[in-house]
């Protein structure tokens, strides 16, 4: 039976400062896009002028929109009640440690570990299907807000290579002979622009390009530096490793961006389920077994 997904928590607001200075730096990015980039290159009230606004206003309210929900998602709590059933037929594996061999139970929060879980020092507490931390979102990212954190990235790379288009464009339009009728009154804007745009759509593609690849293998950042070990450990002993929840490109993408691909550039994630089990390589070579 498929387990439901449960209501997403909000966290509480507190201040941050890696959060004001994104805040800060998409507030200025937008401000210099409309009321410099466009409007010294189209002219703000003309046709391509307001179609380049409204256009880079949406894709820009919807990156402030996907980042206060990644924000304000709670990754996904352990329920204190979690005990795994080593006997459920539904289960064909269990996490286990990797000395000893007993199950995965954090000493820290008195509890057993659900499948992929692990515990954020920051956080103090264990995750669902925990990825990472980031300071920028004042969160972690895990199994309730991962699909949202992606989504966030993806506009944000988008609305960078926007700005940057229309940057490089009002230069090469009229740039130099607009900076001596006016004295260089634009000339900070533009420097400031410039050093905040360049490093910041090259951390953000290859950031992008990084989740796209754990996404397509089922992979969290966490699974991926433990799979390069039990790798190299499987490699040494003769064996073959493959990740367990990899499922195949398609399976994999829709169990993060959801089954509707109407949906996919939406920040939500009514499709994922409670966290507490995944479906494995097994359960696919379980269903192919029964259908023969």
Known sequence: MAEKAKPQQQQRFAFSLPV?????????????TIFVFIDRWFGLFSSPGIANAVVFTAIASMCIFSYRTAISTDPGRVPSTYTPDIEDNQTPMHEIKRKGGDLRYCQKCSHYKPPRAHHCR?????????????????????????????????????????????????LTYDG?????????????????SG????PLSIALCV??????????????????YEGVRALWLQEKGGSIYKHPYDLGPYENLTSVLG????SWLWPTANH?????????????????????
Not at 176 to 192: A, I, P, W
């Open 207 to 224: 950031l992008i390009g990084w989740h796209i690849y754990l996404i397509l293998h089922n992979n969290t950042t966490i699974e991926y």
């Open 195 to 198: 050093i905040l745009l360049v």
């Open 259 to 262: 089954p509707n691909i109407l």
């Open 272 to 292: 994922i389920g409670s966290g507490l089990r995944f479906r494995t390589v097994y359960d696919l070579s379980k269903a192919a077994s029964t259908s023969k």
């Open 122 to 170: 920051v956080c103090k507490r264990c995750v669902l299907r925990m990825d990472h931390h980031c300071i920028w979102i004042n969160n972690c990212v895990g199994h309730a807000n991962y699909k949202i954190f992606f989504i966030f990235v993806m506009y944000a790379v988008v609305a960078c290579i926007y700005s940057m288009v229309l940057l490089v464009g009002s």
């Open 176 to 192: 130099l002979s607009d900076e001596e009728k006016n004295g260089g009154s634009f000339r900070t804007v533009y420097v400031v």
């Open 20 to 32: 004001t200075v994104v805040v800060s730096s998409i507030v200025y990015i937008y401000i210099s």
